[in-house]
C-alpha cells in the first residue's frame, strides 16, 4: 500500500515562504516521478509541478514559475516545494502525487493547507 504524507503547510502573509514536504513508502520510491497539484477554495484541483525520477524533467504550472521549486531527495523518500514570494491567490489545499509508469498519478496524499493572507 502507498503512502504519501504532506507537511508543512500554514498561514503566511504576502511575499512570505513555506516548504511542503511528502513523505513517500510502500512503493520504490527513487523510480517514480512525484507531482504537486493544489485546489484553491471554490477550485478544481490544478497543476503545480512534476519532478521525474532521475530529476532530468521537471515543469511548473506558469503561475508558479519563478517562484516555486520542486526538488526530491530519493534516499529519504520525500518530495518538496520550496514556495517564496506567495501571494493570497496560492491559497489551496496542496496534494502530492506519485505517478505510475505510463505517467498517470495514481496515488494522492491527503493534503495540507496553504493559507497566504495578512
Known amino acids: 500500500q502507498v503512502q504519501l504524507v504532506e507537511s508543512g503547510g500554514g498561514l503566511v502573509q504576502p511575499g512570505g515562504s513555506l516548504r511542503l514536504s511528502c513523505a513517500a513508502s510502500?512503493?520504490?520510491?527513487?523510480?517514480?516521478?512525484m507531482g504537486w497539484f493544489r485546489q484553491g477554495p471554490g477550485k478544481e484541483r490544478e497543476f503545480v509541478a512534476a519532478i521525474s525520477w532521475s530529476d532530468r524533467n521537471i515543469s511548473y504550472a506558469n503561475s508558479v514559475k519563478g517562484r516555486f521549486t520542486i526538488s526530491r531527495d530519493n534516499a529519504k523518500n520525500t518530495v518538496y516545494l520550496q514556495m517564496n514570494s506567495l501571494k493570497p491567490e496560492d491559497t489551496a489545499v496542496y496534494y502530492c502525487?506519485?505517478?505510475?509508469?505510463?505517467?498517470?498519478?495514481?496515488?494522492w496524499g491527503q493534503g495540507t493547507q496553504v493559507t497566504v493572507s495578512s
Open positions: 510502500g512503493r520504490t520510491f527513487s523510480i517514480y516521478a
Open positions: 502525487a506519485s505517478a505510475d509508469d505510463d505517467g498517470q498519478y495514481d496515488y
